[in-house]
């Protein structure tokens, strides 16, 4: 019925790691971005969604994140092309690695932003403003 998409907010030294999507992207295709994708169909499994946001991030900017991963938040949207998908961004912290548009089919740029930059950002649209600002509020906890 739907898609599961997950997204990782990546946080390392005071800053959020952000992607401009590949204009070739179906969805939101030049936007920035969370670095994320879809849940593959795994059968009986454990840990899927936090082993696939570990998966894409690796796969698509070449780092690693913690073991430990927080719950954001979710969403639901439609693609451009009817597809529902449902969206859940984790609040991941970086390990290591320096990233890079690994995958220039899906990123074509990278950024580390501060949560003011992003928020002002005229490229984020309104629903990665809203992932960070809550990922934000989880750091003050």
Known sequence: MFIVNVEGAVRRAGKWLIVKRSRKEEHAGGMLSL???KVDLEGNSIDILE???KREILE?????VADKMEYVHSTSFVTD???HVIDIVFLCEHEQGE???KSPDEVEN????TTEEV???PQAPSYVKESIKRAA???QK
């Open 119 to 121: 928020l002002g950002h």
């Open 60 to 64: 698509e900017v070449g780092v690693t």
């Open 81 to 83: 092309s009817g597809k």
């Open 99 to 101: 990233a890079f548009a």
């Open 35 to 37: 670095v994320g994708g």
């Open 51 to 53: 082993r696939t946001v």
């Open 110 to 113: 990278i950024e580390w932003l």
């Open 137 to 139: 509020v989880l750091l």
